[in-house]
């Protein structure tokens, strides 16, 4: 099942797709909260309150022309992988890690689809890097790796779009990382149950203006999903509504000879097979 969350006015309201349409849930079953993190909180079933939803004529619009959020507007959390692909770390002349390359984006810092990225006045060395986002369904702590799947709630397309000069002023890469409006999430969310466990075997591409940047599958990862989890949560509690950003295969910009940078009037793509088809446009950061 496919979930949205689409903007009404100030607010933002969790929807489900149906075809050409999506449905408000909050609309047409009134006890599950408008707040997609809210009601994965609460311990809402979503994909039965999607079904009931898709059995209503209440809260229907076009999926055209709906302004998007964010999938999960206002995580608690987004924890980011650097380095999580073979490919990519040896074209950024680094052997496999020993440990994941964490690293925490703030809430300022996401991007719906559809919505322009401003390249910032500072920088011109603005790059893309297509990932997969987990969403985390309910709350998680000293996760057993071959229980860890149980708490993801779906799925989604990243871009974490990266100012590198700034993401190389320091060892930590998180300044570089939180530009406003830079991390790009959606514009669908899949529940798990739609897709293979753990997210595993799907192509997963960019696009820039067109030309496939990067080309690769979500098996190539150096710490897939379950792992990831079970290490994060040796350390610190995952709950629900949390995003995990998977990493990025090679291809990016910085490490092409010679190298790519995003500009104004650019058109970015991550397309994720099964997941879908995240878009946005750059644009120069205003005065």
Known sequence: MKF???????ENRLAVVDGDQIVDINRAVPEVPADVRAALADGVDLVAAGRRALDSTAGRRPLAGAALAPVVPEPGKTVCLGLNYYDHAAE????????PWFFLRG??????????SPRPRVSEKFDYEAELA???????????????????FGYACFNDISVRDYQKRTPQWTIGKNFDRTGALGPVLVSADELPAGGVGLSIQSRLNGQVMQDANTK?????????????????????????????????????????????????EVEIEGVGLLRNTIEDEQP
């Open 4 to 10: 949205v969350t689409y903007r009404n006015g100030k």
């Open 92 to 99: 950024s002349g680094r052997e496999k890690p020993v440990y």
């Open 220 to 268: 190539d990862m150096i710490w897939d999903v379950a792992e990831t989890i079970a290490l994060l949560t040796e350390c610190l509690t995952l709950e629900p509504g949390d995003v995990i950003a998977m990493g990025t295969p090679a291809g990016v910009g910085q490490s092409r000879t010679p190298p790519v940078w995003m500009k104004a009037g650019d058109t970015i």
């Open 134 to 152: 987990v969403v985390i369904g309910r709350r998680a702590r000293h996760v057993r790796r071959e229980d860890a799947l149980d708490y993801v």
């Open 107 to 116: 809430t300022t810092s996401l991007l719906a689809h559809g919505e322009a």
